[in-house]
């Protein structure tokens, strides 16, 4: 009797044996530390000409991160590929051909990808982090001050959330073209534009990035982010939230309609 | 054993597979007939439970597909041979769909043998021709050893050698035992890979029996006679004699004879007691192909679109010739060379009607790529 790391190990073997998912992955970090780390070149050569409150309320630690809402894209695309590929090339219907265990199946994908996010996603913020201080130098921080270890932790946390809300949505959907779609504008542009008007940012900042990035930041206010009524880890936990609709999503909509 | 009750389902509108029950069994190859979209690929999915029927059911072996254990050492099937990731090796795709059921990696190396992938099992689906991904789709199926196998238009894109080959593995497969079921839209292929033969057309059954059922129900022979010289005269000597001697006799539009109901030698003594020389004595058979044509013809779904200079083609039709006279006219032969029947015309469109005058009325007025009435 087959079962459940039967399937873990058959995904394995695919998501091992694409290109995309090399490729997605390492773009996924070089962007991110790229970015953040030219960021920081940027910050630390115009410390002094920032306004005073923003060198008051200066986070190295989410300086190190800005990189992310770029980086973030391709763990997006990653997500959605991962998923929507079974549905483009037929490949689900072959597997539900030979394991009609629909639930199982898409846990066992979802498990896989969403580990190996989480792995690069932490090999991303750690590397993210290092590196910005290092370039900060006076204005940097330690890993071992307050809330700095829980910031790192959690960058690596939400890529690997967004990868899996990807993959719930492209479940949904059950095509990769209009996932990215849909999600690379929301993430890259609409999220940030409601979050930055003041009128629609009540709403906003309940939205999974605007939410999830909160555990990123140890300087309250920091970069002009505001007020929050949720801390960090309650943003994380409406991100979770978010991802677990997704998700619900996603595997209703496998378990319901025809392959 | 897969066992089909009351099967439907519809799409929107569209009822592509409409009240079928049917039964495979084990130790046969039973083939699955039936025009484009005519819904056998839709019965295959329902069968391995990717698609839900509207009503009724399926089941293998007594079980929905979907709640067989260990589903993939019972069934195998091939439906898409398309349905692979192309950026994928075969042999890795392979793997992780046996790696799904825990069959060993020894038996994914093993079927990329037996069919025949082996030098290829490192090279990326994407640049597979046609009938390399048949067979891969192919080597997939047979994975789990399954005791019941499908396979959704097997020969699809395969050279002579491959055709020969699937021919021969389905054979195999149902001497070993299994239940095989192969759909295809070539009669001539069913007819000799099959012993069973299951045909729908527009979702609904229309024959299930066996294939030398099939053949001698629906295929009548005749002889072709030819009388020396050009001239009527020979020709209507020997017409007149064949139909004394009880033959049935209908002319070609070459002056050709074609007679049923008379052995060859009789033909030739007849003939020859008539004074007649013959140029042309032959045997024919109405193919099975015709036989198909006709059965389903009714329920085809995309038929080609009247071509208006047809009747600048179109061949003279058989004519009864004149010493027919009389009522014995409509005694036209029971064969297939007649222009099918309009579409609907008698209740049951595989069987030729049981009064054969109807049919050569129908013959008059019919041209063989008449459209479809409706649809
Ligand atoms: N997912 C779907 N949505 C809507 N209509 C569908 C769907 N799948 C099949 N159909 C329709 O159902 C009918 C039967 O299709 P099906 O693919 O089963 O035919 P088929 O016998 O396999 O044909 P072919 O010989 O061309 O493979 C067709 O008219 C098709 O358009
Ligand atoms: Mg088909």
Known sequence: MSSFPAVLNSEWTKIRTVASTTWTLVAALVVTVGISAGLCTLFNSTFTEMPKEQQLTFDPTLASFVGMSLGQLAMIIFGVLVVGTEYSTGMIRTSLAAVPRRGELFLGKLTVATVLALVVGLATSFLSFFLGQAILGEHSTGIDEPGVLRAVFGAGLYMALIALFSMGVAAMLRSSVLAICILIPFFLLISNILNGVSATRKVAQYLPDQAGSRIMQVVPGAMDSGETPYGPWGG???MVLWVLA?????????????? | MIEAVGLTKRFGAKTAVDQLSFQVRPGH?????????????TTMRMILGLDRPTS??????????RDLPNAQRNVGALLDAKAVHGGRRARTHLLSIAQLSGIPEKRVDEVLGVVGLQDVARQRAKGFSLGMGQRLGIATALLGDPKVLLFDEPVNGLDPEGILWVRNLMKQLAAEGRTVFVSSHLMSEMALTADHLIVIGRGRLLADMGTQEFITRNSAGFARVRAAGTGPDGRNTLGTALTKAGGRVLQEPDGALRVTGLELPVISDVAHEAGVRLWELSPHRASLEEAYMRMTQSSVEYTSSEDPRAELWEPEPLTVPEWEDGPAAPEVPRTGFFAPPPPGAGGAPFLMPSDPGKLASAAGNTSPNQPEESR
């Open chain 1, 246 to 259: 997704s998700v619900l999503g996603g595997y209703l909509v496998l378990k319901k309609r025809d392959a």
């Open chain 1, 236 to 238: 994380l936990g409406i």
């Open chain 2, 56 to 65: 009724g059911h399926v089941t293998i072996n007594g079980m929905p597909f």
């Open chain 2, 29 to 41: 190859v039973t083939g699955f007939l039936g025009p484009n979209g005519s819904g056998k690929s």
